[in-house]
């Protein structure tokens, strides 16, 4: 594509959100391949890790963007 003058924005922007999308899944499948409750008062470091991640994963995909396109640029309203 930039051998052919083109820009990979689109192409960039779908991966992204794809990227963060399958980082936001990540601790729930965990939760299902594991019988363990998350939780951050327990003794158990996989539950604590667990409810850290679980709380986290929504913040995967508002992590700062790097180079020439923000966050802003890179949702799906740049499909349209």
Do not use: N
């Not at 399958?22 to 594991?34: G, K, N, S, T």
């Not at 939780?39 to 929504?58: D, V």
């Not at 995967?60 to 740049?78: I, N, V």
């Amino acid at each position: 594509m930039l051998e052919l003058g083109k820009s990979p924005a689109l192409q960039a922007c779908i991966v992204k959100d794809l990227g963060a999308l399958f980082e936001q899944e990540i601790p729930e499948v965990a939760r299902h391949l594991v019988e363990a409750e998350p939780s951050l008062t327990e003794e158990c470091e996989y539950s604590a890790s667990l409810a850290t991640s679980i709380m986290a994963a929504p913040s995967f995909s508002l992590r700062e963007a790097r180079g020439k396109y923000s966050a802003d640029h890179c949702s799906w309203t740049c499909l349209r």
